[in-house]
Nanobody, 115 residues
Framework: VQLQASGGGLVQAGGSLRLSCAASGRTFRNYAMGWFRQTPGKDREFVAATSASGDNDYYADSVKGRCTISRGNAKNTVYLQMNSLKPEDTAVYYC?????????WGQGTQVTVSS
């Protein structure tokens, strides 16, 4: 699966962004999808994931209540709506597809939250 993330940018603390991840391939709907983020010098960390059907979502404690993951299987796209953004949310955000492991990754989109 080829993934293309977009929607990052510069936003003030308290603002919102919606990240999108467009996937190629007709089997997109078979895979759980997730969002991860990484800052320089730190390991990539889990942010959110949604099951293949979209019926089950999972969130890191750090974003729970502020972020919502969703997927549009008809559009082969997964979204991450981020609200009440904080400076500590600043990172490169990656989408990934789960095929037994988080095996397929997009190129990342930068999110910068200013205080």
């Amino acid at each position: 699966v080829q993934l293309q993330a977009s929607g990052g940018g510069l936003v003030q603390a308290g603002g919102s962004l919606r990240l999108s991840c467009a996937a190629s391939g007709r089997t997109f709907r078979n895979y759980a999808m997730g969002w991860f983020r990484q800052t320089p010098g730190k390991d990539r960390e889990f942010v959110a994931a949604t099951s293949a059907s979209g019926d089950n979502d999972y969130y890191a404690d750090s974003v729970k209540g502020r972020c919502t993951i969703s997927r549009g299987n008809a559009k082969n796209t997964v979204y991450l709506q981020m609200n009440s953004l904080k400076p500590e949310d600043t990172a490169v955000y990656y989408c990934a597809a789960y095929r037994g492991s988080w095996s397929d990754w997009g190129q990342g989109t930068q999110v910068t939250v200013s205080s």
